[in-house]
């Protein structure tokens, strides 16, 4: 609302392109992170009240998914809120806006229920390790069906979206690869690598989320062409896999490069 009203070189803020990029930014990362998180409380739902015999590997997606939830959703926590605070400007640095006490409230998330690196250390020393990463290749086996799904749709924005993701999906399998191989071999660069792997899973997955909404969203589409609603979630999984989703590439560099320069360099240097 503040950035459709502050009128800034003639124009509201909304219509500079590096506040839209902002609001988008936040807006696609948000939905990301609420559907990971709401479907992954189906999945404990179902590992306490589904069919008993599926109830195992329901829990033990959950014991993976906790530490990416936790882990992913308060690091972008801090980052939306700053950026709430950098569109309102120099007004965001003060009280009266409340945008300020967001970004304050929003840093402890990072630390209590142990710290992010502590939830990364979890995900890869027990969660992926304790099943040779059989419950984290199952899972990329439903993103890789989304994958499919979505590069034989007949919408352009989606094929786009599900190259993108194909690319995602690929790289976290060589770094789930990368990071088993290091648990037997080395623990302590696997542990070095953990924090990366966590960050690259979080973008991966909240992009697969939001990459299933936009194909419900199409769907719907065909029965209500003017829905704005449904517009909007393909248009702001559109934003994601071309602006956010590349992320998760950068993570799975520095999870392929092994950590060999973080665990060389000495302590006493640091």
């Not at 839209?20 to 999945?43: D, F, G, I, Q, W």
């Not at 990329?140 to 499919?148: D, G, I, P, T």
Request: aromatic share 6%; with cysteine.
């Amino acid at each position: 609302a503040y950035a459709h009203e502050r009128v800034q070189g003639g124009v509201a803020i909304i219509e500079h392109p590096d506040v839209k990029r902002m609001l988008l930014t936040m807006r696609s990362l948000e939905e990301a992170m609420r559907a990971m998180a709401y479907t992954e409380a189906v999945t404990m739902d179902l590992a306490h009240y589904g069919p008993e015999a599926e109830r195992p590997a329901h829990q033990a997606r959950v014991d993976l998914m906790i530490p990416v939830i936790k882990g992913w959703l308060t690091e972008i926590g801090q980052e939306m809120t700053s950026l709430g605070v950098q569109v309102h400007g120099g007004m965001g640095y003060v009280e009266e806006t409340g945008s300020a006490q967001f970004l304050r409230d929003v840093r402890i998330t990072s630390i209590y229920e142990g710290t992010n690196g502590i939830q990364a250390a979890d995900l890869v020393n027990r969660k992926l390790g304790r099943d040779g990463g059989a419950t984290m290749l199952d899972l990329l086996e439903h993103v890789s069906v989304c994958v499919n799904e979505l590069k034989s749709a007949e919408l352009p924005a989606l094929q786009h979206m599900g190259a993108a993701l194909a690319d995602g999906l690929a790289d976290l399998q060589a770094s789930t690869a990368t990071i088993l191989a290091a648990l037997k071999e080395d623990r302590a660069r696997a542990l070095g690598s953990s924090f990366d792997y966590m960050m690259q899973a979080g973008y991966l997955l909240g992009g697969w989320h939001l990459m299933r909404s936009a194909l419900v969203a199409a769907r719907r589409l065909a029965e209500s062409p003017d829905n704005r609603f449904y517009q909007q979630k393909i248009a702001t999984a559109s934003f994601y896999a071309e602006q956010v989703l590349p992320r998760a590439g950068g993570y799975a560099g520095s999870v392929a490069s092994g950590g060999g320069a973080l665990a060389e360099y000495p302590v006493d240097w640091v």
